[in-house]
């Protein structure tokens, strides 16, 4: 446990990006308008978000490379500019999502018209400039813990709507059972894929393969010098016992964060499907933001509607800082350009602000919430340029192979360095008995396959068949 406790940090930091304002919106929406027959959509994003997330941390353990320095040391010069860009925009969609849950939140807490909400999101940049001070995240982590709190908080009101709300248990569990019905429902389609991609993120699989790397080079520098572990049969089964170590740990952090978000991200989803959904099944219509407070208000009173606004506001401020972190991580690893993390959030930030200003001037509340939605649709329709290629290196051997040799030659000091360390590649048929090696077993390999072809065919076929309009 104590061992644990020293790998939490990642898993929840990367946990803010399920628990934004886009997860919300669609949640919301496909509660009012399906009942709770998107659960199963809901469990089964969580699920993938485990598995991939999980092959992210395995990447950043074993190469000592994040997805975007892999990319960039191993495929063609052309390729890598496209993934770039389209990561690019992934993390503009996702932050036009945190503009606009702040803008919603402004508007619900000093009643400020969503125009001007969104132009005042615009100066969060000087939260940014007090948070990265001295390029120290501490004060960013601590803001992430009092998020975490604070969604706790929304977490155990949604609990108490739940009360309220009396779903009928059976319909509940229903939901979470698979169903061909999102196929003959365009609406329900778009919905499903909205959630996927607002759950996974394809940026967010750049930043954890970034951020588990500390503690890899932590569990490095303690190993060395590591009394308990001198007494291994050899150098090969003391490196094999941290990396087993780190990657099992790292990994327990990140599927406990899930499971959080898993349980909020159900909860919006079910009250808002018995409260509007099932009270009006003739007549049904996407909720948003605006009637989640009103519901609070009206089952808890005006504090907890409150609470529930501030946690949006602050859901997507801390969001913003996580997309600024993950635009860090893809800018120095696909292009080795460093940017000030005030810069880089101007530069984001204007692409996102643009297109919330000229939809909530022209068309308010309602076209703000379906942006919001799409924003999420767009991150899933990116997302196959991120998990194919992290599958593609986490089921080689030749990228998942570690020399137990050139690990003893790096000191604790050098491998916290800025500079990449390129794992040397070795043919597959290599009996050296230094090579450790930590490739995806065919089952494991098997299943990210069917992930990646899932997620591929739901973009396609939701492509394909707006196209048929």
């Given at each position: ?12 930091i990367i946990a803010v990006g399920y628990l934004d304002p886009g997860n919300w919106a ?96 615009a100066c969060d940049i000087l939260l940014l400039l007090l948070l990265y001070r001295d ?335």
């Amino acid at each position: 446990l104590k061992s644990f406790v020293g790998f939490i940090g990642p898993g929840y930091i990367i946990a803010v990006g399920y628990l934004d304002p886009g997860n919300w919106a669609t949640d919301l929406s496909g509660g009012s308008q399906f009942g709770y027959s998107l659960l199963f959509i809901v469990f089964l994003s969580n699920l993938m978000a485990m598995l991939l997330q999980a092959l992210a941390i395995k990447l950043g353990v074993v190469t000592g490379l994040d997805l975007a320095q892999a990319c960039r040391t191993f495929f063609p010069k052309g390729l890598n500019y496209v993934l770039y860009v389209l990561c690019e925009l992934a993390i503009i969609a996702c932050d036009l999502a945190e503009v606009i849950g702040s803008a919603i939140a402004l508007n619900l807490l000093f009643n400020i018209p969503l125009p001007a909400g969104v132009a005042v999101t615009a100066c969060d940049i000087l939260l940014l400039l007090l948070l990265y001070r001295d390029n120290d995240i501490k004060a960013a982590h601590i803001f992430e813990i009092l998020l975490m709190l604070l969604v706790g908080v929304v977490g155990f009101c949604f609990v108490v709507e739940l009360v309220y709300s009396k779903p009928n248990s059976v319909d509940v569990l229903k939901g979470y059972l698979p169903s061909t019905e999102i196929f003959k429902n365009g609406e329900e389609l778009y919905l499903a894929i909205g959630i996927i991609g607002a759950t996974v993120m394809p940026h967010n699989l750049y930043l954890h393969s970034h951020l588990v790397q500390v503690r890899k080079n932590r569990e490095e520098s303690k190993g060395f010098d590591d009394k308990h572990l001198e007494s291994a049969d050899s150098q090969k089964s003391k490196i094999k016992s941290i990396v087993d170590n780190t990657l099992k740990l790292s990994i327990a952090d990140s599927s406990v964060a899930l499971l959080f978000a898993l349980f909020v991200n159900s909860a919006i989803l079910i009250v808002s499907g018995a409260n509007f959904f099932y009270n009006s099944p003739n007549n049904p219509k996407p909720a948003d933001l605006f009637d989640a407070y009103d519901l609070l208000t009206s089952y808890l009173g005006k504090a907890a509607a409150t609470i529930f606004a501030i946690a949006l506001l602050i859901a997507g401020q801390s969001a913003t800082i996580t997309a600024t972190m993950a635009g860090q991580v893809v800018m120095e690893g696909f292009c080795e350009w460093k940017l000030k993390p005030w810069v880089r959030r101007l530069i984001t930030r204007g692409f996102a602000v643009i297109p919330a200003m000229i939809i909530a001037i022209v068309r308010g509340r309602n076209g703000l919430n379906d942006l919001l939605v799409a924003s999420q649709v767009a991150l899933s329709i990116q997302l196959p340029f991120a998990v194919i290629p992290m599958v593609w290196f986490t089921s080689k051997k030749k990228f998942m192979q570690v020399n137990t040799r050139d690990l003893e030659e790096r000191t604790p000091d050098s491998s916290v360095s800025n500079e990449i360390y390129a794992p040397k590649l070795y043919d597959n048929h290599d009996k050296n008995n230094d090579i450790l090696d930590f490739t995806n077993s065919i089952p494991l390999t098997i299943i990210s396959v069917i992930v990646s072809i899932v997620i591929l065919g739901l973009d396609m076929y939701l492509v394909i068949t707006t196209i048929k309009g």
